[in-house]
């Protein structure tokens, strides 16, 4: 199976802008989370999503939004950026819940750099 | 809220030497524990998880690691350190039937030769 895949690979964007990337999980996953990861902060939550529905959400302003669709694939959105969101975002997805004790399978990120 | 504490930044080891990574975590009632490794510009990969049953744990790469409820503790081990063990390590715990990891600082393992 192919692994999750998330687009674009690298990102670089000005104060102010809005972004969207995008996650694609594991064929069959239907569970997608979404992680931040800087220097200062590690890794931090931002929200999970299960059939289309956020079922659980991190402690990240509401600039921070996701959605995900009908296939399971996933996209999360920053409004208004600010210098301190450059970080690598990175999606997770995990299989029905009963069938895998709870683990998650990382993308390989998407790193973006706001200017 | 689930808090996990990763002693020390950096590991130094020899290649063929023991890798110990430590992790303990708070909790009321024991969680869903993992360790993930990651090589640089890339994302997290699995290594190993607990989540009931045997408390030794066996993962990839020949890493092991056992759960210790009376000391809330999931370190990680392997008996001979291999240069491509150079990476960072961490910790990871979600409360049962939760998709939200709690992570650790993280532990960056540099291997000797």
């Known amino acids: 199976k192919a692994g999750v895949t998330q687009t674009p690979r690298y990102l670089i964007k000005t104060r102010g802008q809005q972004v969207t990337l995008s996650c694609s999980p594991i064929s069959g996953h239907r569970s997608v989370s979404w992680y931040q990861q800087t220097p200062g902060q590690g890794l931090q939550f931002l929200f999970e999503?299960?059939?289309?529905?956020?079922?659980n959400k991190g402690n990240f302003p509401g600039r921070f939004s996701g959605r995900q669709f009908s296939n399971s694939r996933s996209e999360m959105n920053v409004s208004t950026l600010e210098l301190g969101d450059s970080a690598l975002y990175l999606c997770?997805?995990?299989?029905?819940?009963?069938?895998?004790?709870?683990?998650?399978?990382f993308g390989p990120g998407t790193r973006l750099t706001v200017t | 809220a689930q808090s996990v504490t990763q002693l020390g930044s950096h590991v130094s080891v020899s290649e063929g030497a023991l890798v110990l990574l430590r992790c303990n975590y708070s909790?009321?009632?024991?969680?869903?524990l993992f360790w993930y490794v990651q090589y640089p510009n890339q994302g997290l990969q699995l290594l190993l998880k607990?989540?009931?049953?045997?408390?030794l744990v066996k993962g990839i790469n020949g890493f092991e690691a056992e759960f210790k409820k009376s000391e809330t503790s999931f370190h990680l081990t392997k008996p001979s350190a291999h240069m491509s063990d150079a990476a960072e390590y961490f910790c990871?715990?979600?409360?049962?039937?939760?998709?939200?990891?709690?992570f650790g600082a993280g532990t960056t393992v540099t291997v000797r030769a």
């Open positions: 997770a997805s995990s299989p029905s819940p009963g069938r895998s004790s709870y683990e998650q399978y």
């Open positions: 909790s009321s009632v024991p969680p869903y």
């Open positions: 990871a715990v979600s409360e049962k039937w939760d998709y939200k990891l709690s």
């Open positions: 999503y299960f059939s289309e529905t956020q079922r």
């Open positions: 607990y989540t009931t049953g045997a408390t």
